[in-house]
């Protein structure tokens, strides 16, 4: 049988290392050994296709604002953008997950102790699955900030979660979304994490006047760039 | 032109709702084909601490060493009872749990057949981008050949193969992210 090329490498700088100096709970985390070259095989070009088992035709799993029969609290916004491969194809038919605080910066988890109310009508959770263009579209609230215990004074800027899969086990992504002219992000370790400052700047949204709704909602751009396939065939 | 990467960043401590939702450590139902495995295991941090707030998925092929999936175009059979697609967070001990078959052995580099294996990724707070290792099985005939584990150094390849339990049909497989005896993580 002939095997399908398999896909590109991480580019260098563009992802953050396994251990980063200001983020502490990197330092017991991250592997100390070198990671291991493998050539991608069947197992790697190949991958989950869960559009269709995860998302029944119809459902409003993207829109976050109306849980348990109220209206969430906080700022509107609709987050769209494409998900499209390094050679600028779509990937459509791809399960996108969200999660995020609410507008006062709670998570609805367990886990989650900052002093900060919780919105019975915000769960913070979403699913999509891009269409045939590679485009999806969430309606949510703009999530506030919040403490965390990484140092003193520490501060997440507003931020939503992203997971994706792509075509393959290789194009498998989760990130963070976020936002223009968040004055922590200067101050986050999360975000700095990332070595090129062009590579951090394309995780920051860009707000869209034509994506917002009048008297309805902020409309914010965001596309994903998923690894493309290489061009030479994996073994075979 | 070639567009830029997405960078990746931590899945952090509070995707359970969203991602991990009640049936995905179970990869079958009962129409499923093969043999019946359980696999358990704990992720272990450089202190050899349970990591309790980690996200572990597998992708593997079915009985017969079938991705489900469009490049696979090999001519063996799909099974409608199964996808091969897992998902499991940790608990506080940092144990994780999935019920799945053993998969059929796929084709590797040149005429070789890899040996079976279960794809796995890792996330967790703290880690910034995923890590990624395979799980072998013991008694593998087809490992003394297998290429992925031929490229590691033979003191570590043990990381990579998990062991029987007393109880049949279930293997141990722990995930030790740092220190003594760190698994192999591959890069993909």
Redesign the interface.
């Given at each position: 049988?002939?095997?399908?090329a398999g896909y590109r490498?991480?580019?260098p700088g563009?992802?953050?290392?396994?251990d980063?100096p200001s983020?502490t709970?990197?330092?017991?985390?991250?592997?100390?050994?070198a990671?291991?070259?493998?050539?991608?095989?069947?197992?790697?070009?190949?991958?989950?296709?869960?559009a269709g088992?995860t998302l029944a035709p119809g459902s409003n799993e993207n829109d976050l604002t109306h849980f348990d029969d109220g209206e969430a609290l906080g700022e509107r916004i609709i987050v769209t953008g494409r998900v499209?491969?390094?050679?600028?194809r779509a990937i459509p038919h791809t399960l996108i997950?969200?999660?995020q605080?609410n507008a006062a910066g709670r998570?609805?988890?367990v886990?989650?102790q900052h002093q900060a109310p919780l919105d019975p009508h915000f769960?913070?959770?979403?699913r999509a699955i891009t269409d045939d263009r590679g485009a999806y579209r969430f309606v949510t609230v703009k999530p506030g900030a919040y403490p965390w215990r990484n140092h003193h004074n520490a501060w997440r800027p507003n931020h939503i979660?992203f997971?994706l899969f792509g075509?393959?086990?290789?194009t498998?992504?989760?990130?963070?979304m976020y936002f223009p002219g968040d004055p922590l992000l200067t101050l986050d370790p999360?975000?700095n994490?990332?070595p090129d400052r062009?590579?951090?700047a394309?995780?920051i949204a860009t707000f869209d006047i034509e994506v917002t709704i009048p008297e309805y909602a902020l409309g914010y751009r965001f596309?994903?760039?998923?690894?493309?396939r290489d061009a030479t065939p994996a073994?075979? | 032109m070639r567009l830029p990467q997405t960078p990746s960043q931590t899945v952090g401590p509070f995707f359970g709702p969203a991602l991990v939702r009640s049936g995905q450590q179970s990869l079958v139902t009962a129409g499923s084909r093969g043999e019946r495995i359980t696999i358990e295991g704990r992720v272990l941090d450089g202190d050899a601490a349970g990591v309790s707030d980690a996200m572990i998925e597998l992708w593997q092929a079915n009985a017969d060493g079938r991705y489900d999936h469009p490049d696979d175009s090999q001519e063996k059979l799909l099974d409608p009872d199964f996808h091969g697609f897992g998902r499991a967070a940790t608990d506080e001990r940092g144990c994780f749990r999935f019920y799945s078959i053993k998969p059929g052995a796929v084709p590797g580099p040149g005429i070789i057949l890899q040996a079976p294996h279960i794809s796995v990724s890792i996330f967790a707070r703290g880690l910034l981008k995923r890590l990624v290792t395979r799980i072998y099985f013991p008694d593998e005939p087809l490992n003394a050949t297998d290429a992925v584990l031929n490229a590691v150094a033979p003191d570590r390849r043990s990381t990579l193969i998990a062991r029987n339990a007393e109880r049949q049909g279930v293997l141990l497989f722990d995930i030790v992210l740092q220190g003594e005896h760190e698994t192999v993580f591959f890069d993909v």
């Amino acid at each position: 049988m002939k095997i399908p090329a398999g896909y590109r490498r991480e580019t260098p700088g563009a992802h953050p290392p396994y251990d980063h100096p200001s983020y502490t709970s990197t330092h017991k985390r991250a592997p100390r050994h070198a990671l291991v070259r493998l050539e991608h095989t069947l197992s790697e070009i190949t991958g989950p296709r869960l559009a269709g088992e995860t998302l029944a035709p119809g459902s409003n799993e993207n829109d976050l604002t109306h849980f348990d029969d109220g209206e969430a609290l906080g700022e509107r916004i609709i987050v769209t953008g494409r998900v499209l491969d390094e050679d600028g194809r779509a990937i459509p038919h791809t399960l996108i997950e969200i999660w995020q605080a609410n507008a006062a910066g709670r998570y609805a988890h367990v886990e989650d102790q900052h002093q900060a109310p919780l919105d019975p009508h915000f769960a913070g959770i979403g699913r999509a699955i891009t269409d045939d263009r590679g485009a999806y579209r969430f309606v949510t609230v703009k999530p506030g900030a919040y403490p965390w215990r990484n140092h003193h004074n520490a501060w997440r800027p507003n931020h939503i979660h992203f997971s994706l899969f792509g075509p393959s086990f290789a194009t498998r992504l989760i990130t963070q979304m976020y936002f223009p002219g968040d004055p922590l992000l200067t101050l986050d370790p999360i975000f700095n994490s990332i070595p090129d400052r062009s590579a951090r700047a394309r995780l920051i949204a860009t707000f869209d006047i034509e994506v917002t709704i009048p008297e309805y909602a902020l409309g914010y751009r965001f596309d994903f760039v998923l690894r493309g396939r290489d061009a030479t065939p994996a073994l075979s | 032109m070639r567009l830029p990467q997405t960078p990746s960043q931590t899945v952090g401590p509070f995707f359970g709702p969203a991602l991990v939702r009640s049936g995905q450590q179970s990869l079958v139902t009962a129409g499923s084909r093969g043999e019946r495995i359980t696999i358990e295991g704990r992720v272990l941090d450089g202190d050899a601490a349970g990591v309790s707030d980690a996200m572990i998925e597998l992708w593997q092929a079915n009985a017969d060493g079938r991705y489900d999936h469009p490049d696979d175009s090999q001519e063996k059979l799909l099974d409608p009872d199964f996808h091969g697609f897992g998902r499991a967070a940790t608990d506080e001990r940092g144990c994780f749990r999935f019920y799945s078959i053993k998969p059929g052995a796929v084709p590797g580099p040149g005429i070789i057949l890899q040996a079976p294996h279960i794809s796995v990724s890792i996330f967790a707070r703290g880690l910034l981008k995923r890590l990624v290792t395979r799980i072998y099985f013991p008694d593998e005939p087809l490992n003394a050949t297998d290429a992925v584990l031929n490229a590691v150094a033979p003191d570590r390849r043990s990381t990579l193969i998990a062991r029987n339990a007393e109880r049949q049909g279930v293997l141990l497989f722990d995930i030790v992210l740092q220190g003594e005896h760190e698994t192999v993580f591959f890069d993909v």
